[in-house]
T-cell receptor
């Protein structure tokens, strides 16, 4: 089946630094990828929709200048958390679909801890 | 996407069938019912989806009522590894359509 790889699995960084998370579709091309965030004991919240070759679409309340998304190829989308602060500590998950009428597959997630 | 309602938690004995209900009374004609589960600290895993007919795969069965306002996910022989949060989601069935997660049902499978 289709596989979505996410890297790194976990990252610890100092407050004020930037962190990049990669999401790759390993055996298919994905024109659209989605980025979610999940706080402890809460459900997944959609942050943004990443479109290959164009600007991402952000959900209401998500700062586009803080969470930079780049979808430069059909197999790679990146999420950069800029000037991270402790409140950005969360579980970040990406997802992608192989094509029309196909189900979404999810990466294994990235646990970000900002000290 | 249509809103879904699921019980907060359920228990099931190992080896027994786990029946997880979901209400989606405002579902539209072009929206599919998807089920995903999330084991602790992992990304969601696809289980099954359907439009109006009942569906079965190697993991589970999906029963959708005739009026499509509710559905039930059935795990025929639950094991301890099925302990997870199960999400019922309705979504327009094309790739660019986002998934909106509700609170899900926390299924605890016990010995």
């Amino acid at each position: 089946g289709a596989v979505v790889s996410q890297h790194p699995s976990w990252v610890i960084c100092k407050s004020g630094t930037s962190v990049k998370i990669e999401c790759r579709s390993l055996d298919f091309q994905a024109t659209t990828m989605f980025w979610y965030r999940q706080f402890p004991k809460q459900s997944l919240m959609l942050m943004a929709t990443s479109n290959e070759g164009s600007k991402a679409t952000y959900e209401q309340g998500v700062e586009k200048d803080k969470f930079l998304i780049n979808h430069a190829s059909l197999t790679l989308s990146t999420l950069t958390v800029t000037s991270a602060h402790p409140e950005d500590s969360s579980f970040y998950i990406c997802s992608a679909s192989r094509g029309l009428k196909e189900k979404l597959f999810f990466g294994s997630g990235t646990q970000l801890s900002v000290l | 996407d249509a809103k879904t309602t699921q019980p907060t938690s359920m228990d099931c004995a190992e080896g027994r069938a786990a029946n997880l209900p979901c209400n989606h009374s405002t579902i539209s004609g072009n929206e599919y019912v998807y089920w995903y589960r999330q084991i602790h600290s992992q990304g969601p895993q696809y289980i099954i989806h359907g439009l109006k007919n009942n569906e079965t795969n190697e993991m589970a069965s999906l029963i959708i009522t005739e009026d499509r306002k509710s559905s039930t996910l059935i795990l025929p022989h639950a094991t301890l590894r099925d302990t997870a949060v199960y999400y019922c989601i309705v979504r327009v069935g094309f790739a660019a359509s986002k998934l909106t997660f509700g609170t899900g049902t926390r299924l605890q499978v016990t010995l």
